[in-house]
């Protein structure tokens, strides 16, 4: 769960992708300015995230999907390794014990697919934003994802190929609302 999102890969991608492109508009404006208050504890965690999506929206809306990939491959094969040590070392360990490893997140799907590539993640979910004709809709079609992981999890994980125990699983979250879908 949130232990992929620490490692701000939708942040990354999205301040890439606006600086990337020059679209440093009053919403991204106030984002940064409201996360630098949000680091120096003048800003609440609601502040900071309200900010965060509404200039994503800005942002992803319209763009390119293959721009958009273009961004996610590149800042994962420059920070990848260093920047995600624990979840990768975390995922190796797994790995090494034979375990299915599923990445549950709120980040997009296409820029978990590449990190879940990288690090031998078994199967992703993350919120999957809709594209048509190329384009991001600015629409996710499992909004689900931000809200009812324990569902999510479930639908994605019925009628795989591979049996899971779920008496021997172990799931890692960040947030006491993890519980929820933890059990």
Not at 164 to 175: A, L, M, P, R, V
Request: charged residues 25%; contains cysteine; hydrophobic residues 35%.
């Amino acid at each position: 769960d949130g232990v992929l999102h620490r490692g701000s890969l939708p942040a990354k991608w999205h301040e890439r992708a606006v600086d990337g492109l020059g679209l440093q508009d009053e919403k991204y404006i106030a984002y940064r300015e409201t996360r630098k208050k949000y680091r120096q504890g003048m800003s609440s965690s609601q502040e900071h995230t309200v900010s965060f999506v509404d200039s994503w929206m800005k942002t992803i809306t319209g763009m390119n999907y293959a721009h958009a990939i273009r961004i996610a491959e590149e800042l994962i094969r420059d920070e990848g390794y260093d920047n995600f040590i624990f979840p990768s070392n975390l995922v190796r360990l797994a790995k090494m014990n034979q375990f299915i490893v599923v990445a549950l997140s709120r980040c997009p799907s296409f820029i978990l697919e590449i990190y879940g590539k990288m690090f031998y993640f078994d199967h992703i979910l993350g919120a999957e934003w809709i594209v048509s004709d190329g384009l991001f809709s600015g629409i996710v079609s499992n909004p689900g994802i931000f809200e009812d992981k324990k569902n999510q999890l479930i639908d994605c994980l019925r009628g795989r190929t591979y049996r899971i125990d779920f008496e021997g699983s172990i799931s890692i979250g960040d947030t006491q609302k993890d519980t929820e879908w933890m059990d």
